[in-house]
């Protein structure tokens, strides 16, 4: 029998917060009490420990950005445990590296960050993996999952080379590495049944057993809001930031969390679930030849493959696997060479859908075989650019519109206009993904400094505002670049707002066309180099967020210029010292 809404929350509320193994007592406890009422259920033991010899440890590793390999570590401790199986878990930032020629068995669930980098918290185990203290590892067995982005040249490229040093290294595989695409759920729970063959029960000899209810583990996933069960919000307000005459379209976007229970921090992302463009959707299937009435296979369900198209599979962008597989679907052998070499096709694939596939690339697949190459359907993640305290039971956004002409037809963002065309009243389906690296210092008196270009301002808005309401003044310094000043200051209302009240205390701007000569945020931040420097000398917090391949990498320049300028550093002490801070945490990057 369904649980009604508020027994749903009671449950819900029951469960929030439990650690892995606290849900794997509760699962044999909640079985104990069916029993009860159904004599006819088998009895499922509640998971108290039995003492027994020692068996093979298993000790799990995770490095994550957002989360995402943080969540499928949890779930395989919580998979080991319920076999009866001995396993710890620790993030990278947290273990010593040292101790891995003491391991028998690690298992890492990593994640790439960036341009093929590994997450901030796992950056010091890797360089000191990578360099010459690294020990012999012949006695130790591993196995590795890496998460990535296919969208991204560097795929899965962090989750790779852990998994080759620890080869070189000595060390045994016991399953090969898997490289997980961002629809990772099914190929993550596969390969972490396939490790939990491979590892022992401690019941086999006497030791720890654990019973986890199938049921009870449904509860505790549905505990928060996803993208498979997400917060229909309310659109309560959408204004237009940049003004006429402006080469963008920029949005502010309020919506309404009012009983919906979700608690975020600044710094956290709001994931938009959409469908695709219906026209979009129509094109495809005319390139393809292919009816909208016919029956596909979508994750083991049957559906009709406009529905498919329109709202569950991605089509606005295309990566290089994807390239690859259907250019060998199609028997291509021209469009497969260049799919392969990384050097051709890179500003191709950064601006084409999949109407240009379809059109440049002629094929007859069938409607299965469409839908099998193309990626699910994502939301998109957007920076929260609202304050919890100053902005209660409201989340806002910072979107800019997408929409360029390539191969001859305009293309649309998909999300973003989506949401522009979101109507007061009318409701998206949102959930909120933690963002843990990148948050404020636990201290509220402590220095930051914000650079950020365009929308990679949003999350600097969540955090000078919740500083406000915090009532903390000053030590804050905001850099914010754009193209004009006229057109596109975003919130200019509101930073001069903040800077009255004293909870910005200084802010620099770049506005790049405003003058022949381009200035970017990197420019004021290297003009005032002895003020930064003497700033992060006092404890000063750095946040980026925007643009990785240009912003990010220009202002990490920059911060290692100041360093050797101001710092009196060489250029390989500079580089250590900003190493540092990330491992510090006192340097984060929101990159895309």
């Known amino acids: 029998m369904l649980l009604s809404p508020q027994q749903f929350q009671q449950v819900s509320g029951a469960v929030r917060g439990l650690t892995p193994a606290q849900l794997a007592w509760v699962s044999g406890y909640l079985s104990g009490l069916t029993r009860q009422f159904d004599e006819t259920l088998p009895v499922a033991p509640a998971a108290f420990p039995v003492a027994g010899a020692a068996t093979l440890k298993t000790t799990i590793l995770y490095g994550s950005q957002t989360g995402n390999s943080k969540k499928v570590a949890e779930q395989l401790l919580a998979r080991l445990h319920a076999q009866g199986s001995e396993a710890v878990l620790a993030n990278l930032k947290d273990y010593r590296p040292q101790q891995l020629k003491k391991e028998q068995r690690i298992v890492a669930v990593i994640s790439t960050h960036g341009n093929g980098e590994p997450p901030d918290d796992a950056r010091a185990f890797f360089n000191f993996l990578q360099g010459e203290r690294a020990p012999r590892l012949d006695s130790l067995e591993y196995a590795v999952l890496a998460l990535g982005d296919s969208s991204y040249e560097e795929f899965c490229q962090t989750g790779q080379a852990l998994d080759q040093r620890l080869a070189e ?42 019973h986890v209810n199938p049921v009870a583990a449904q509860v505790a996933q549905a505990n928060e809001y996803t993208a498979s069960y997400p917060f229909r919000a309310e659109l309560l307000n959408s204004i237009g930031l940049t003004d006429t005459g402006s080469d963008k379209d920029v949005l502010h976007l309020e919506l309404s969390l009012e009983d919906s229970g979700i608690h975020y921090q600044p710094g956290d992302i709001l994931a938009v679930s959409f469908d695709n463009e219906a026209a979009l959707v129509d094109e495809v299937l005319h390139l393809a030849g292919l009816p909208g009435s016919e029956r596909v296979q979508v994750s083991g369900v049957e559906t009709d493959l406009y529905s498919a198209l329109r709202h569950q599979r991605e089509l606005t962008s295309v990566t290089r696997r994807q390239l690859k597989a259907y250019a060998e679907l199609i028997t291509h052998p021209e469009l497969l060479a260049a799919a392969q070499d990384k050097t051709v096709l890179q500003d191709w694939l950064y601006a084409a859908d999949w109407a240009d596939v379809l059109r440049e690339f002629a094929g007859k697949p069938s409607a299965q075989q469409l839908v099998d190459v193309l990626r699910p359907l994502q939301p998109r993640q957007y920076s929260i650019a609202s304050s919890p305290e100053a902005h209660p039971d409201e989340v806002h956004l910072l979107v800019k519109r ?11 963002g998909a999300g973003s206009n989506w949401l522009a065309r979101l109507q007061a009243g009318e409701a998206a389906s ?33 955090f000078l505002f919740e500083r406000e309401a915090q009532g903390v003044k000053g030590n804050s310094w ?23 009240s004293g909870a910005l205390e200084r802010m620099s701007v770049a506005f790049s066309r405003d003058q022949a000569e381009k200035i970017y945020v990197q420019h004021r931040l290297q003009e005032s180099g002895a003020d930064v420097w003497q700033w992060l000398q006092q404890g000063a917090h750095i946040y980026v967020c925007g643009d990785m391949n240009r912003m990010a990498k220009d202002v990490h320049q920059a911060l290692l210029q100041i360093a050797v300028q101001h710092g009196g550093k060489a250029e390989e002490e500079a580089s250590a010292w900003l190493e540092q801070l990330v491992s510090e945490r006192r340097y984060q990057r929101d990159v895309y």
């Open 169 to 210: 290294l000595g060390a045994q595989r016991l399953l090969e590495r898997v490289d997980c695409d961002v629809d990772f759920a099914a190929p993550a729970s596969d390969w972490q049944q396939q490790l939990a063959g491979k590892t022992p029960s401690a019941l086999e000899s006497g030791g720890i057993h654990f």
């Open 402 to 412: 997408v929409e360029y002409a390539f191969q001859g037809r305009e293309h649309l």
């Open 430 to 462: 949102v959930h909120v993904k933690p963002n843990p690296n990148f948050k404020l210092p636990t201290d509220p008196q402590a220095k930051v400094i914000m650079i950020g270009a365009g929308t990679g301002v949003a999350p600097f808005r969540s």
């Open 478 to 500: 905001l850099f914010f670049g754009e193209q004009h000043f006229r057109t596109d200051f975003l919130y200019q209302t509101e930073w001069q707002q903040l800077l009255a």
